[in-house]
């Protein structure tokens, strides 16, 4: 039996592994609907490998390029947020969310509409608006799949109908490129330089927030909304092999891990074969050669984006949204070289200072959440570039 599938954000890291496991198994998958921001071109060569239906781009002034781009191939085209939302709209037996930042979550709220099997991979949109998505899930009885490696191993490790017997969720975390570096060092890091991850190949994105390590913050949220066990029991673990994804922890003293090698097709892998298991090109895991796995306790002061991800998950309501929002806002910038690497979780504490909106009911006021944290936050920047 094929499974008809739709990829979300099919351009990018997540999305291209995605892509890769597919099309190695073509007699098992089909795929429904494409997606891209502004890749027209690798939009286009995907849907035409893949045989897709259709293809949708979320720049709305590219819509003719990819039309262009896919004239003669039967692949109908779409641009624009719209186009995104019909895209996670279509019937799919599967969907995979890999668009990154909360851009993703509207595409994404439409799937679980649908009460779609959804691979969860755009953490950001969990994190801004985590209460209405998971009622979403269960409203229309949709099905959540982490994707985020640490997520998928809690996922594997959990067990789910006990949820009262698990003292501890360990959240691992590799502690980025600057696991060992003063403040001073990290004062005067480049983007080229903190996009280099030791252990994983990822978009710019989500690689700045790892050398920030806001990436577990975000990641501390996205748990509690998934394993609803109490935020007060996830605890991060700095492990910088990257080699055991996450644990829980039971009442009886057991813990349960699961190990990989850092490879995104391991939990894209498991998500798509989902309640089965299918075959996976990736590297075996070699313990021999790896030889040792070490732990140590994170830094909340070289890494004050933990402390701020904790306290947001702790008030709920509108923080998290906020923390997202202007984290976005600021790596943006600092991979456009207008402000400092420090500077990133700077920008987050000030604007979680100067905004404390009520708790947003409903995904307009989410989106109206996010919009002032953005402004506020490009408003602060503007002063420090000045
Ligand atoms: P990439 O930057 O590599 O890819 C992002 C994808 O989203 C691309 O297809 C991109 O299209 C599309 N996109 C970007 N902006 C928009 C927008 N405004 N509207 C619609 N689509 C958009 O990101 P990653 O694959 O690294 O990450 C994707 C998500 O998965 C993130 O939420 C990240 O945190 C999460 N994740 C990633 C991991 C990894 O290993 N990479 C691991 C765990 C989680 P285009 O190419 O046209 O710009
Ligand atoms: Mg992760």
């Not at 949204?321 to 910038?333: D, G, H, P, R, S």
């Amino acid at each position: 039996m094929t499974r008809a599938v739709t990829i979300l954000g099919a351009t990018g890291s997540v999305g291209s592994s995605t892509l890769d496991l597919i099309e190695r198994t073509p007699d098992a998958f089909e795929v429904v609907a494409l997606t891209a921001h502004s890749d027209v071109a690798g939009l286009a060569a995907a849907a035409r490998r893949t045989g897709a239906r259709f293809a949708a781009i979320g720049d709305d002034r590219l819509g003719p390029a990819l039309a262009d781009a896919l004239a003669g191939s039967g692949v109908e085209t779409g641009a624009g947020e719209s186009a995104l939302i019909d895209a996670a709209s279509m019937p799919a037996d599967w969907t995979m969310a890999a668009i990154v930042g909360c851009a993703g979550l509207k595409p994404v709220m439409a799937a679980l509409e649908q009460g779609r099997t959804l691979g969860l991979a755009n953490k950001e949109s969990l994190v801004s608006a985590g209460d209405l998505m998971m009622q979403a899930a269960r409203g229309h009885g949709a099905t959540l799949l982490p994707v985020d490696s640490e997520h998928n191993a809690i996922f594997q490790c959990l067990d789910h109908a006990r949820l009262e017997s698990v003292r501890r969720i360990i959240l691992t975390a590799s502690g980025g490129p600057f696991r060992t570096w003063s403040r001073a060092e990290m004062a005067a890091v480049t983007p080229e330089r903190a996009v280099q991850h030791p252990n994983w190949s990822m978009g710019a994105k989500i690689s700045i927030d790892s050398a920030t390590m806001m990436n577990k913050g975000l990641e501390l949220i996205e748990a509690h909304h998934l394993f609803p066990v109490g935020h007060g029991r996830i605890d991060i673990l700095v492990h910088p092999q990257s080699v055991i994804h996450s644990m829980v922890e039971y009442v009886d003293g057991s813990t349960l891990a699961q190990l990989g090698t850092p490879d995104m097709r391991v939990p894209i892998a498991h998500a798509l074969a989902w309640p089965e298991r299918m075959v996976a090109p990736v590297e075996t895991l070699d313990l021999v050669r790896i030889g040792s796995l070490s732990f140590e306790a994170p830094d909340p002061d070289r890494f004050p984006a933990l402390a701020l991800a904790r306290a947001a998950v702790e008030a709920g309501g509108a923080r998290p949204a906020i923390l997202n929002a202007a984290n976005e806002q600021a790596v943006a910038a600092f991979l456009a070289r207008r402000i400092g690497f420090l500077d990133i979780a700077a920008i987050v504490a000030q604007v979680l200072d100067r905004y404390d909106p009520a708790a947003p009911a409903n995904l307009d006021e989410v989106f109206v959440v996010d919009g002032e944290a953005r402004r506020l936050a490009d408003e602060l920047m503007e002063v420090k570039a000045a």
